[in-house]
């Protein structure tokens, strides 16, 4: 078995790993600057499908991570509790940069799966803390690189078919390696449907590839959110308000400006994402009913009581977008309840999360 694993098998799955973090890393990030902006972070709003191909690679790279990770780990196994633990002082400074990295990308994939899995009991301390942590685990991984370059030069030399080691036939570390890729195929492929349509079918480890109203999943109803009663009133209003400038619409008055049909994906940060079509009114078109230009940003409240989705500012670029819509109509049909009843925001290359529903007020921020 000891011959299976070495340092041979060691660099390459490090290899595709680093890869895989080094996507992983980035798509995180982008998607924590669209999430938080920053004067230096420009995020387009093209193509429209932009969030939808960075939060994708975000999920499935960091799934894949997962039987990666294992992999490594079991390959240098042994060589974790060699003595002496930690020796002289580079020995221990090497040792210590491998329990952060260990313990980071553990970490990073424990509070990663449990968001995908909508554990949302500790959700705040999740995404704070998933990237926080996400710069220690980059930070070990470049540490743990500049120290192995030398082990990493001279193990990509080694070779891969080497006899196992009593001379008993068996499986050689190539089969472990096509184990390792063909588990990572797996895990990709049964994730990835939730963005991937093609995978759609195969895809039995996404849990959001399933089916909502009208064709879309439902990442909170109007029941959790508390808005059965207000997004069904008749005295229902959209307020709109620039300034002192200020007007009521009711939804039939919505229905009357003019309307616009836009095919636009709704990517949640989970992962999953799918294309539908939207119609309703361009933002852009309804801030001007208030005067508004279009060098402005725009804060979309919902009906549902004060809490982290209730409220979001748009960036000017987005609002002046034209395929920015108040959406009053999903695949053909009046918005479900469950999608926003009577209109919400949706707007290009966004999280989901940015995507308020059940409106209840736009302020032009002035
Ligand atoms: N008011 C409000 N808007 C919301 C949410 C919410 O909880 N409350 N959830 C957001 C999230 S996380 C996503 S992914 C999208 C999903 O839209 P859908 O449920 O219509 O698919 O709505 C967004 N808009
Ligand atoms: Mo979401």
Not at 93 to 122: D, H, K, M
Not at 124 to 141: I, M, N, Q
Not at 147 to 176: F, M, N, Q
Request: some cysteine; hydrophobic content about 45%.
């Amino acid at each position: 078995m000891s011959a299976l694993r070495g340092t041979a098998v060691t660099v390459r799955v490090g290899t595709v790993l680093g890869i895989a973090v080094a996507i992983c890393f980035v798509t995180g990030l982008i998607s924590h600057f669209i999430q938080h902006p920053q004067p230096w972070f420009l995020w387009p709003s093209r193509p429209v499908w932009l969030y939808r191909l960075t939060q994708g690679l975000h999920v499935i790279s960091g799934i894949a991570v997962i039987p990666l990770v294992g992999v490594k780990l079991w390959s240098v196994w042994p060589k974790l509790f060699e003595r002496p633990l930690l020796g002289g002082p580079v020995r221990a400074l090497e040792r210590l940069s491998i329990l952060v990295l260990v313990s980071a990308v553990l970490f990073e994939l424990s509070t990663g799966l449990l968001n995908i899995a909508q554990w949302y009991a500790f959700r705040f301390f999740f995404t704070t803390a998933h990237y926080a942590v996400a710069y220690l685990a980059a930070g070990a991984v470049l540490v743990h690189l500049a120290v192995k370059l030398p082990v990493i030069r001279r193990a990509l030399g080694e070779p891969l078919d080497e006899a196992p080691a009593e001379g008993t036939p068996g499986p050689t570390r190539r089969t472990v390696l096509r184990g390792t890729w063909l588990a990572v195929a797996v895990a990709t492929v049964a994730t990835a449907g939730q963005s991937v349509p093609l995978l759609r079918e195969l895809s039995m480890l996404a849990p959001r590839s399933g089916r909502g109203p009208q064709g879309v999943p439902v990442n909170r109803s109007a029941v959790a959110a508390g808005v059965l009663r207000s997004a069904r009133a008749s005295e229902y209003r959209l307020t709109v308000t620039n300034g002192s400038q200020v007007r009521d619409f009711s939804l039939a008055e919505l229905q009357a400006l003019p309307q616009t049909t836009r095919r636009l994906p709704i990517a949640c940060v989970e992962g999953w994402s799918v294309d539908a079509e939207w119609t309703g009114v361009m933002l852009s078109r309804l801030i001007a009913e208030v005067g508004a230009s279009s060098g402005s940003d725009v804060r979309m409240i919902s009906l549902e009581p004060p809490g982290p989705y209730s409220r979001t500012v748009l960036p000017a670029r987005h609002a002046r977008d034209s395929a920015t819509l108040i959406a009053l109509r999903l695949n053909g049909e009046p918005l479900a309840l469950d999608h926003g009843y009577p209109c919400r925001l949706i707007a290009p290359s966004r999280p989901g999360v940015l995507q308020t529903k059940w409106l209840s007020r736009i302020e032009v921020v002035t």
